[in-house]
């Protein structure tokens, strides 16, 4: 697979494929295709109060990600296709006034706690936390201001053959409703082989919950390129987490088998969208949890892979964690126009986020998420590319 890909990008090298610029993006990071260059940082934009909000642009094995210091999003990836050619594959803004005014999560880091937390409600040693209730009656993606909407410190680093980015935040004692003051860091790194790689890492001085993770919106056609029910997923769970009308789970791990949730072989993801299953109904496709087969583990491991046909562009998915969010892109509705000039309607992409099951705080027989001040929590995730 790696030689496979470097063959490619060695190819197109050598063929002089000049790759092309997305619209409004500026120069990638310098070096050649397939190249590592020293991270390079820009001035994206200015917020409201005047805080400057910068882009770092790294390429590494072939892959260019560009991030932005604001909710340490991927603003930006771009990969070669079987041919050589580069598409941006995550859905983004061109302008920060976009991020800021209405953006589902595009590319931005997640916490304090993925996904929902029923009536933004939940109990610890005793106590009662009320959070901030950003989604209906419930608390979605850490509340009102979760991470995704902060400015993150970013120091860049090249290791060996690596490069990447530290990216830190620390979330005070209370902050949206949760207890303690969360000291996190995430650390993006391209190796050599172009695999984009996540760290999490986080600690507390009061004891309380957390489930970070990234929500990036695949289309490996190219952002803005129209719906990704071509795609094939395969996704290692035999079970899932359905859910009520408000999407938090129902404390059930119903079994996939027979259901259009059984993604154990590589399948379109529109073959089975419209079965009308009553889960994909509330969800408006699907927008639900797998339990994955191998539950927690030391090391990440392989759990999930998307593939498009058409470009051979491939993303498999690492990781540690015990749970995988599968969003279709449901609440796409042709109102958001992203970075190359597009709309972006329903199924144009895919979040595929790993993580803690949904509204774990209120389920004490799913895995814990707690965290107390005398642990640090540590998670990775690792994204390979093919064609
Ligand atoms: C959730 C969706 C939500 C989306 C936000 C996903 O992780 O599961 O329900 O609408 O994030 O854009």
Do not use: C
């Not at 995550?90 to 997640?110: H, Q, W």
């Not at 583990?297 to 995988?324: C, K, M, N, Y």
């Amino acid at each position: 697979m790696e030689l496979n890909r470097r063959s490619v990008i060695a190819g197109a090298a050598a063929a002089g494929i000049v790759a092309a610029t997305p619209a409004g993006a500026a120069q990638a990071a310098p070096g050649s295709a397939g190249g590592r260059g020293r991270p390079v940082k820009e001035l994206f934009g200015t917020l409201a109060d005047g805080t400057k909000v910068h882009r770092w642009s790294l390429e590494n094995g072939g892959t260019r990600l560009k991030v932005l210091s604001y909710g340490g999003i991927v603003q930006s990836l771009e990969l070669p296709d079987r041919r050589g050619r580069y598409a941006n594959v995550s859905l983004g803004f061109a302008r920060l006034e976009d991020y800021v005014k209405s953006s589902p999560y595009f590319g931005a880091t997640i916490g304090r706690y993925g996904n929902r937390i029923a009536k933004g409600r939940f109990t610890l040693d005793g106590k009662t936390y009320q959070l901030s209730v950003n989604d209906g009656e419930n608390s979605l993606h850490g509340g009102a201001k979760g991470f995704d909407k902060h400015v993150w410190d970013i120091e860049p680093f090249t290791r060996g053959s690596d490069v990447g980015l530290r990216m830190r935040y620390t979330s005070v004692d209370g902050e949206m409703g949760y207890p303690g003051t969360l000291r996190s860091t995430v650390t993006y790194t391209l190796d050599r082989h172009g695999d984009w790689r996540i760290d999490y890492e986080a600690t507390t001085d009061k004891a309380t919950v957390v489930n970070l993770t990234n929500h990036t919106y695949w289309n490996l056609a190219g952002e803005g390129s129209g719906t990704v029910e071509d795609h094939e997923l395969t996704i290692a769970a035999s079970r899932y987490t359905p859910t009520d009308a408000g999407l938090i789970p129902t404390g059930e791990l119903a079994k996939v088998a027979g259901t259009p949730f059984d993604f154990r072989h590589a399948k379109a993801i529109g073959r089975d969208l419209r079965a009308g299953h009553p889960q994909q109904v509330t969800a408006k496709g699907f927008d639900h949890n797998w339990v994955l087969d191998k539950g927690i583990t030391t090391r990440p491991e392989h759990v999930a892979t998307l593939r498009d046909p058409r470009s051979g562009r491939t993303l498999r998915i690492a990781t540690d964690q015990p749970g995988l969010q599968f969003y279709s892109g449901n609440f796409l509705d042709g109102t958001l126009v992203g970075t190359g000039g597009h709309t972006y309607r329903q199924g144009d992409a895919v979040a595929l986020e790993t993580q803690h099951f949904p509204d774990s705080p209120n389920h004490p027989k799913f895995p814990s998420t707690v965290l107390r001040p005398w642990q640090t929590y540590r998670t990775t995730t690792i994204h390979s590319f093919d064609a």
